[in-house]
């Protein structure tokens, strides 16, 4: 490690291209492990598919279990990937380079797994086709007014985006790696990085580009989990009505989002000797980000809150009296603590300057943030207009067997990642390091 | 072609279905190159029959299609139940498609079974018969359910003819209390009918009538037609009981009392009757009489025997006082406790003071299960084998190892070397895992018989489909056992025949076949009744002395089940799946008990109890309500069968092992209540299989009641406003579209018809019948007790019950099913249009259009759609009784209530084929046509004239969450409730 104040253009080329040598046999132990843990979770689907979707725990009245926690889970886990570097880039706010190529990888991968989960819900997966709206035989349309269906669109339209943009992003650096690279992996990063020569061309056209695609990108970040939170906010479920899911489902995305990208940086800041592109400079803003979205989503469960005393409706005031102190209250102080309190400790600079705090509320947001998911998608239906129908659900082993398949699977994509592609922005980095963006304090 | 030789081809067509029992099942349709001249393929044919789930003997109608029953429904020509069935009933199916039914004979050799063929069976039975015809005399003989007066005496002419006397009549429920009170005061031993409907006011002393008492179909016709709305008045009922049984729970108010203490109200009501000067015209003798066993009891005494509270002593009074024809009924089916014959014998004086011409006490029309023996009788016969008084025994649809308590010494005269035992039973229950041989005879179903509920009547059996097991008729099986070749009729049927001409029922061929057509002969042939003048005056030596409460133990009471009865109906998947209505509790049987009992104990819902009696030992989970005295805990019979098939076998626990062998001296009858009682703790608790969330509605404008006489004031219909209490009634026509207030799309046009039903929860006695019907007709999933307790039930009708908050004790029972709304919250939330809304306004489930995304269930406010978890299995030959005009659901895929369309559809082809409309009234859903009651009614609210547009202008009306503005075309009309 360089001692210098100041990264150099070498420094940065080095300390990534360093990232991709390749790796020790603990890393194949961990791949292999995650890839038991896929199997595991593949298993447990093609077990449901046989046996049908009871093998999972959800029933009548609550017929959503941790599959659409999931989704929404994974979902809001993809939208600070594009807030950072899409948004944050507009804004042309320079700490975001050190860790947007991270965080936009996190976005592909995170809406990847999301859209898998719709489709382990489904009763009849192997139907699914009818959702799609083409001329057929089967005289089957699809209902454009189904929030299913705005979601179909909304999730595929972003998983597209956000798999371009991070692909642009990548073209750069992808000629920087071919460069450098010898043999068979040579002839790989010259397929993809589709001729990048650096030419001023080239260059002029990059920028625009990525200059419209962050434009482009921008209004899905708001889009696709206000599309998400229509999913509740569209049907009459007590708990669910409300206007306010739109910006509450974002906010809470947004702060999941952030809490992923902590959980994922700090471990490969340290493993990958990213100290001095990812510093604490950045990590402390990336926390004080939290700090904002934290009071916004614990601003969004007041509101509920008060809205539910004002409508002076009594399903609705039933439905969070019981959310608190009901069968699901331990899940619902869970959620407020993990997501609202907590993140004020960043307010003390001690907190967040220290790794291991940062570290550890990263990942207490992130269960946070599932929790916040099990409390809205189990608890609205489960204590709704009929009190005769009222009833509880516990996600079964199938379920978990799936659930621990599709974080096995997401960090399975993300430690590939890692050793073969350049997980920081060779590219961003350097255009930022005369405007200080890049400096160690 | 007859029918006969068309019964032959059914039975052909039926046994090539039975083939697949025991093997693989065909796997081509084959449809009948020449069909029977009456047989159209998809098209039913109906036979008429008669009941026999139960002693109440309902007509029956059952459906068959292609050569099997599919389902039955009352025979509306029938005068015990008038076209309508109680849940049992509706679950015979499930007797003759059981898949644990016996198929062919079984003989036990060292232990184990061997299957024989019929004719050998019948050819052991028959040497067994001379074997011991050559020991001496006596030595044949026979226990048998109650059963129609031709098989009982072609019975006891067989026994004759092998020297032996006539068979013993066993029913666990032989109302021997009741019976001994009719005898000691009215000089007759047996059980005369009531008319009820005639009444006035009704109070019953724990008669359980709507459940299993005598004959409850037709009983529950007759309550409603007493305590139903009828314009702007209503009668009274008041339940007079230690505990609440869903009858009690239909009253307008519930006077708990001490168990063991009924009789000293009963009695307070009897001197308070004589004092204000009732009764005066009976013999001045009789009414001393009546006095002398009465005069101690005043209100203040009553209150010190029963618990019971002078303030509500006397509003008991004072109702029954001010009636004009009150009718007045005496204990439960099983008759309970130690004090059943007397509180029986103070109601029958009571109805003798307060109507002495006794104008609504029928002794013409008696019911048939008066012809039980008591079991005193039965406990002597069961002594006398084991003492070795007879060789061959013959066991009738009969299980007393399991209905008699232990040690009444059924196994040990059953188990007896020297006694070979023959039972004629289908099922491998705990008697006939006792038997020697096993012969099973076709059920009722299946049989050629004739069976009367009721005296004056007479009710036709017929075979309503071929026989699934090739069994004989009991019947048949007798003739050729004990008369051999040189028989004097060659079978059964022209037996019945024989019989029944000379009863001068049937006049000729033509005529026998009118009468089956009909399913009997039903015009009452008026006997002589009146009892004036002949009052019996035997009880007073009874009276003299009635037994008094024990000091403060718990008592504890088996109870007959609506569901089992006496536990018969336990292998029938149906009847296990459909809760109990007041507990909502499916499968598993819990122990009753108050809150204050439980806290008293530390329990709580869902512990594990040890229930411990002098006499045996019971674990089970508690229930906790407030139905039930603090000193009483009560059990519903039926359950805890330890073999009868895979439905009923080690499920529940059976309360009956805890009760005394001991026979209650006079009445000879059995004691249903056992105390004192211990409860233990096991410290083990499981989750009750109960299909409720909450049993309180959270005033959320769900289950509605009125006061009789709020009825003048006008509410929902004049209603203006969009909050919960404001909102009007909406039908789902568009004219109750209000674009400019509440809604914001266009409303639905529909094509002639708009569907809809009215449920007039008044008329509710939450029998649960209608939720058995829709099983049967709809092909509805049995998912077991595992999955009710995850909640995984799919009962597309159920019977909500919801507790009044204030005081818990008042129910209401709201039937509860798919609203077909006309704003549908689940048509617009699915991604592919599998909830569809039809042009008649029905809300569609389109099932191979559903991919399961489960949204239309989450958005439902009324959680009535059912998701297929898994593939729900039928096993062979269940499958057999699916009904072949309704889809069986994938697992994957949603379902929810039809208005069983396939009806719809029947009755549009019937109405184009004639050139007309749909006529009102012509659909009968499966729940309305089964509705003892008549809660329901459906038809078209499109026509002005309909019926339901008519009901829909009731004050009453009211749509369950009709401020979501769904616009539900279910529409109720409140319950109408009065404070006494």
């Known amino acids: ?441 | 072609m007859d029918r006969r030789t068309f019964l032959k081809i059914a039975g052909v067509s039926g046994l090539s279905f039975a083939a697949s029992c025991t093997s693989q099942p065909e796997k081509t349709l084959y449809s009948l190159v020449q069909a029977p001249d009456d047989m159209v393929i998809g098209k039913a044919n109906w036979y008429a029959s008669t009941c026999r789930e139960c002693p109440a003997g309902c007509g029956v109608l059952a459906k068959n299609r292609e050569g099997r029953t599919i389902k039955v429904e009352g025979n509306p020509l029938h005068p015990i139940n008038r076209g309508r069935l109680c849940m049992r009933g509706q679950a015979a199916l499930q007797g003759i498609y059981n898949p644990d039914r016996i198929k062919t004979p079984l003989l036990k050799e060292a232990g184990k079974w061997r299957p024989v063929t019929y004719a050998e069976a019948e050819a052991i039975l028959q040497a067994k018969a001379e074997a011991a015809m050559r020991n001496g005399n006596g030595r044949v003989r026979m226990l048998t359910e109650v059963v129609g007066e031709s098989l009982l005496n072609l019975a006891s002419q067989s026994l004759e003819n092998w020297d032996s006397k006539g068979p013993v009549i066993f029913e666990p429920f032989a109302y021997e209390a009741l019976k001994e009170a009719n005898s000691q005061v009215f000089g007759v031993d047996g059980l005369p009918s009531y008319k009820m409907d005639q009444a006035d006011f009704l109070v019953s002393f724990g008669a359980d009538f709507l459940e299993t008492w005598l004959s409850p179909v037709e009983y529950a016709r007759k309550f409603k037609d007493m305590h139903g709305l009828r314009g702007q008045n209503k009668s009274l009922y008041f339940h007079v009981s230690p505990y609440q049984s869903l009858t009690g729970a239909n009253a307008d108010f519930w006077f708990s009392c001490n168990p063991d203490s009924e009789h000293f109200i009963a009695l307070g009501l009897l001197r308070e009757g004589i004092r204000h000067g009732n009764g005066r015209s009976l013999p001045e003798k009789d009414l001393t009489a009546i006095d002398t066993v009465s005069s101690p009891y005043t209100r203040e005494k009553v209150f010190e025997l029963s618990g019971l509270p002078p303030e509500l002593f006397d509003k008991l009074y004072i109702h029954l006082q001010l009636a004009r024809k009150p009718l007045i009924l005496g204990t439960s089916t099983s008759a309970t406790g130690a004090n059943s014959l007397q509180t029986n014998i103070a109601v029958n004086l009571l109805n003798l003071v307060f109507d002495p011409d006794l104008e609504l006490i029928d002794f013409s029309n008696r019911h048939r299960v008066e012809t039980a023996d008591r079991r005193s009788t039965v406990l002597e016969f069961l002594t006398g084998l084991k003492s070795g008084a007879a060789d061959l025994l013959l066991l009738n649809n009969v299980n007393p190892a399991f209905a008699l308590p232990p040690g009444s010494g059924v196994r040990e005269a059953l188990e007896r070397d020297s006694l070979f035992v023959v039972s004629f039973s289908n099922f491998m229950d705990e008697t006939t895992e006792l038997a020697d041989l096993v012969l099973p005879v076709c059920l009722p179903l299946e049989a050629w018989d004739e069976y009367a509920g009721k005296t004056g009547i007479v009710s036709t059996l017929q075979p309503t489909m071929g026989s699934l097991t090739g069994a004989p008729n009991i019947g048949d099986v007798l003739l050729r056992a004990a008369f051999g070749p040189q028989r004097p009729v060659k079978n059964f049927q022209a037996y019945l025949f024989a019989q029944l001409t000379l009863k001068d029922v049937v006049r000729g061929k033509r005529d026998w076949l009118q009468v089956l057509q009909k399913g009997g002969l039903f015009q009452s042939r008026k006997q002589e009744g009146g009892l004036r003048g002949s009052l019996s005056d035997t009880y007073q030596s009874t009276m003299a002395a009635p037994p008094t409460p024990k000091e403060n133990h718990l008592v504890f009471f088996a109870v007959p089940s609506i569901r089992f009865f006496d536990g018969r109906g336990a292998n029938r998947p149906w009847l296990c799946e459909v809760p109990d209505t007041l507990t909502q509790v499916a499968w598993q049987t819990p122990v009753l008990m108050h809150p204050e009992t439980l806290a008293a104990r530390g329990l709580k819902q869902g512990d594990i109890v040890q229930v411990e009696s002098r006499w045996g030992q019971l674990q089970m989970p508690v229930y906790e309500t407030v139905g039930v005295h603090s000193k009483a805990a009560v059990v519903a019979i039926g359950q805890g069968h330890t073999s009868f098939g895979r439905y009923a076998s080690g499920k529940g626990a059976n309360p009956i092992s805890l009760l005394s062998p001991e026979l209650e001296p006079e009445s000879g009858g059995p004691f249903f209540a056992a105390g004192p009682i211990a409860l233990k703790k096991t410290g083990r608790s499981i989750k009750l299989a109960h299909t409720d969330g909450s049993r309180t509605q959270h005033e959320r404008k769900i289950s509605l009641s009125v006061q009789l006489e709020d009825l003048v004031h006008p509410e929902h219909h004049e209603a203006h406003g969009l909050g919960m209490w404001e909102f009007p009634l909406v039908l789902p026509l568009p004219e109750a579209y209000d674009r400019e207030t509440r809604d914001i799309y266009p409303p639905h046009q529909h094509v002639d018809y708009r569907w809809a039903m009215v449920v007039d929860m008044d008329k509710c006695i939450g029998c649960s019948a209608c939720a058995a019907a829709c099983y049967a007709e709809n092909n509805v999933g049995v998912t077991g007790e595992e999955r009710v307790v995850e909640g995984r039930e799919m009962a597309w009708l159920q019977i909500q019950r919801y507790l009044d908050p204030e005081q818990r004790e008042k129910t209401t029972f709201l039937p509860m099913l798919c609203q077909h709304c006309d704003n549908a919250p689940c048509e617009s939330v699915c991604p592919v249009f599998a909830p569809h809304h039809s042009k008649e306004g029905i809300n569609n489930q389109i099932y191979n259009r559903c991919i399961g995304t489960r949204f239309c269930s989450q958005d439902c406010p009324y959680k009535v759609r059912r998701f297929n978890w898994f593939a729900w299995e039928w096993p062979e030959p269940l499958n057999l009784q699916l009904n072949p005009e309704v889809t069986v659901r994938t697992k994957g895929v949603m379902e929810k209530c039809s208005f069983c369309i396939q009806r719809i559809k029947d009755a549009h082809n019937t109405a184009k084929n004639e050139g007309r409309k749909i006529l009102d009234g012509e659909i009968q859903p499966a729940c309305l046509q089964t509705c003892p009651t008549g809660v329901f009614t459906f038809g078209n609210l499109m026509d002005e004239q309909s019926e339901v547009r008519k009901k829909v202008q009731d004050q009453r009306a009211y749509q369950v969450m009709g401020y979501l503005n769904t616009k539900p075309a279910v529409i109720y009309l409140k319950k109408v409730v009065q404070d006494i």
């Not at chain 1, 489960?382 to 509880?392: C, N, R, T, V």
Request: net charge positive.
């Open chain 1, 1 to 441: 490690m360089s001692e210098s104040p100041q990264l150099t253009y070498t420094e940065i080329d080095r300390t990534v291209l360093d990232t991709l040598s390749p790796p020790s046999g603990g890393y194949w132990l961990i791949v292999m492990v995650l890839i038991l843990g896929v199997l595991a979770g593949v298993a447990c689907w093609v077990y449901q598919i046989f046996i049908g979707i009871g093998a999972g725990g959800q029933n009548i009245p609550v017929a959503w279990g941790t599959y659409l926690i999931n989704f929404v889970f994974w979902v809001g886990i993809a939208h600070s990937g594009t807030l950072i570097s899409a948004i944050l880039y507009l804004f042309r706010a320079g700490w975001r380079n050190p860790i947007a190529r991270a965080a936009e990888t996190m976005t592909v991968f995170a809406v990847s797994i999301a859209g898998l989960f719709p489709f382990i819900h489904l009763g009849r997966v192997w139907v699914v086709y009818y959702m799609l709206p083409y001329p057929n035989q089967r005289y089957l349309w699809p209902n454009f007014q189904s929030p299913l269906v705005f979601d179909m669109v909304a999730i595929s339209t972003y998983l597209t985006v956000s798999t371009l943009f991070w692909y642009t992003g990548m073209l750069p650096d992808l000629a920087v790696v071919r460069d450098r690279a010898t043999g068979f992996r040579r002839k790989v990063f010259t397929v993809i990085s589709l001729g990048w020569t650096g030419k001023h061309e080239q260059w002029r056209h990059y920028t625009r580009g990525y200059l419209f695609f962050a434009a482009l990108a921008t209004p899905l970040v708001i889009s696709v989990h206000s599309v998400v939170s229509w999913d509740f906010a569209l049907g009459i479920v007590p708990g669910w009505h409300s206007t306010i899911f739109a910006p509450y489902f974002v906010a809470g995305a947004i702060h999941s989002g952030l809490a992923m990208v902590l959980t994922l940086l700090i471990p490969l800041r340290k493993l990958f000797h990213y100290e001095r592109i990812v510093t604490m400079r950045i990590l402390e803003a990336v926390a004080k980000t939290i700090i904002f979205t934290g009071l916004i989503v614990g601003y969004a469960y007041t509101v509920e809150y008060f809205l539910a005393w004002y409508s002076h409706n009594g399903v609705e005031m039933e439905a969070f009296r019981w959310r608190a102190l009901g069968d699901y209250s331990l899940e619902f102080w869970i959620m407020v603590v993990c997501n609202s309190i907590i993140p004020l400790l960043f307010f003390f600079k001690k907190i967040r300057t220290s790794i291991p705090w940062l570290f550890g509320i990263s990942i207490l947001i992130n269960i946070g943030m599932w929790y916040e998911r099990f409390v809205i998608i189990i608890g609205g239906v489960a204590h709704g207009f009929i009190p005769h129908a009222w009833g509880l659900y516990w996600p079964s082993g199938i379920e978990w067997g799936i659930m621990i398949g599709s974080f096995s699977l997401f960090f399975l994509f993300f430690v590939l990642f890692v050793k073969h592609l350049p997980s920081i922005s060779m590219t961003e980095m350097k255009e930022t390091l005369d405007h200080g963006g890049g400096h160690g304090n």
